[in-house]
């Protein structure tokens, strides 16, 4: 064979590309020159963008440079000739050029990468002459007289720039000094020679203005975004033709390919083979018209065949009958079968539905399988925990069944649902290639053994003697498969419930282990799971709590959980606290919890509150009392130090009250020096008192005594501040030990401070009681007061804190009322709301501290 002829079969043997193949190309073109064109129109846009940009820039540079000409020209030049004559010039007061060229260098200061250019051909200054480019622009506008400007983007000195230039024409008043050089001041003349700059006529262009816009790192930016456009519109087009390229094989080719493989395995005889050949050189529309070129001749075939049944349907008739009528019977026997054998099925499924124990069902599958499976009796072994053999549970006229079977856990031939009737002479190596159960060969020729699996796992066998192994019924065997994987699943669903009864248990018994609040919580709001404190804190019962919403609970009962209707309103992604106060006063530091499923799926919140009220207050006192132990040192040492200099101030007082006797006016004032001296003395008696600690003097005495003495001694005060007074004493509180001047020193600061924030007119109102069930005495006082915010209410205890003015107190009733509570081993605190008065509440203990 020559060369040329093993190419031509070769280039013979190379299949044209298939309709999928042509399809994608097309559509590959289409979409990667959409891309190109797309990207095409971005870079142009964003380019005509960054021109329009460059040139406001230019134009606004241009605008301020011809505001200077033009106020050099009109304004500032003529003024300048009028002074110093018009042969007298200023070139730094009146030329144009040269202030335009100044104002520019200042600005390239602030701005450096801004180009500006005034040049001239034949110019004055050599500096300033045009250059190639200038030249050109130049003539451009001598050859366009109609032309205000020109702007593009120039290359000057390896960058780009986004150039526009204005042309210069010349006026009479620029002719002085570049007309005749016998006509220009003397100091032009002298300064640049006669060469240069003259001989200029009216609207003669010889010199241009032009403003440079650096756009190259604009142009680098705008085709790098144009790059990044196209790379994603490439890669979206990308991935939207792999997609169209998976749905066009999945739709239409693979089910081209389908058809044509029927018409390939109905392909019968040679002649439509050989057609069918040459239809494979075919992509797969010229194949599968090929194919109904086929079926169309086949078509034409059987209508001829269909005429010759026709001459001979009587007796072909009379044939076919007689066959249906023994397939019909055969048919009927096989339904008969068939029916007795699913309703076998439908009664152990029912069996199995109803089932709560596995030890209550089993007996009654193997009465039902006994029914339609011709053996001697039977019984079910179920695998031990341990997988170490089977325990018999049952059995139905098997007495020769041993109680345990020992068991191999090396893999054998599987019992399978695709094997034939080629089964070996005994089905002992069972259920997912597992376990051979039995180890000698006399045991194997005596039972037919069915694995009990679910999801390829051996929970058992059922086994049944008396049965003829060699000539297994196919339909029994698929039978006896059948209701083996229903009990295998009915296995695994009870014993995963029974699972799942007991970690529900286990779980409930941690939660009721838990002192604290805890409650879970769906992503949406309901309770699904409470514990008994929770319970118990509310006097709930599950059923009146579980499935309800936590926000509708919430409604009726002050549950700490308010943060969660924010924190379900996004995704909780890990653990949150928050602090919650409820209205009676409790709080509770909380948390919550997230819990995900495998999925990474929000599927519960565990939602836990801890009472900490009295460890807040605890922790409060212990702040106050420090505070009171480090301030009271601080006051002792302040008030020693000043108490001495006060005694020598009045001493020298008394003894300038007798020497100036004579003066009545300076000894008022020295009457004014003394009053404040004593108001300092009372001061520092207060931190002494404060600061000392005064021992505490205990002894039985009445309470609701002291409360009467105290009101007694403030009520002509009060009256005269028409402030009424209200007591609610219970007489049943015993005789306290206590130190009753203190006591009544505490009820006195209190009854001043409710009368200083009422004002004038009011109710102070002061109740005792006596709390059986704790051992304590509760005494309020109460007043209609204006009331105190928060931040106010948390200071109120502390020394020299105080509301009111210089004149009016040091600061130190409350804290020396809260040191002497403290002392008694009792408490104090105050409630207030802005607008809705205050209370001061003391606790006392009956036995004392």
Known sequence: MTLGNKSKEMLSNIKPPGAQGKFLIGLACILLLFCLFWSAIIYAQQKKRLQEEALHKAELVMAAVDANRAYVQEVLRPKMYDLLGHDRFVIEAMSTSYISRVVMEKFKEDLPDIFYRRVDINAKNPEFEANQREKEMIRYFNDHPQAESWQGISQIGGEQYFMKFSPVRYNETCLHCHGKPEDAPGSIVEKYGRAGGFFKKTDQISSVVSVGIPVGEGLRRIGEFALSVFSTVFLSFFVLYAIIAFFFNKLIIQNIRHLLDIFRLNLTDQKSEQLYRQARSMDEIGELKASATLIARHLEENRRQLTDYAENLEVKVEERTKALQESDDQLHRQMQERNRELQTLNIIAELITQAVDLRSILPKVLRQTLEVIPAQGAGIYLLRPDRQGLSLQCHDNAPELAEFLSCDMIPHQILSETEGTSTPSTICETACGELNFFNSDSARG??????????????????????????????????????????????????????????????????????????????????RMVNKAFLANYDFVPEAVLNRHLEELAATQPVPFALFSHIAQ??????????????????????????????????????????????????????????????????????????????????????????????PDKVGDLGIIEKHVKNCQRIVHDLLSFARNQETTRAPGSLNGAIEQVVSMVSSQLAKQDITVAQKLDPDIPLLEMDTEKMKQVFMNLFINAAQAIGESGEISIASRRLRDKGQVEIVVRDTGPGMAQEIQNKIFEPFFTTKGPRDGTGLGLSLSYGIIRDHGGEIYVQSKPGKGTAFTIILPLHGA
């Open 570 to 663: 996004v995704k909780l992604l890990e653990p949150v606290s928050d602090f919650s106060q409820l209205p009676n006063g409790q709080l509770f530091e909380t948390h919550f919890y997230p819990a995900f499923d495998d999925l990474g799926e929000l599927k519960n919140i565990v939602c836990y509150a801890k009472d900490v009220t009295q460890q807040k207050q605890v922790e409060h006192r212990m702040q106050q009392s420090e505070k009171l132990v480090a301030l009271g040192q601080l006051a002792a040492g302040v008030a020693h130090e000043i108490n001495n200099p006060l005694g020598i101030i009045l001493c020298y007082t008394d003894l300038l009250k007798e020497d100036l006797a004579s003066l």
């Open 446 to 527: 005596k039972c037919l053994n069915i694995p009990l699996c679910c999801r390829n796992r051996i929970l058992g066998i059922m086994t049944f003697t008396g049965y003829d192994v060699g000539e297994i019924d196919p339909r029994h065997r698929e039978l006896l498969l059948s209701i083996g994987r229903q009990v295998g699943v009915t296995m695994e669903s009870l014993q995963n419930m029974a699972r799942l009864m007991q970690s529900k248990e286990l779980l409930q018994s941690v939660f009721d282990a838990i002192a604290d609040l805890v409650v879970l919580v769906s992503p949406d709001g309901f309770l």
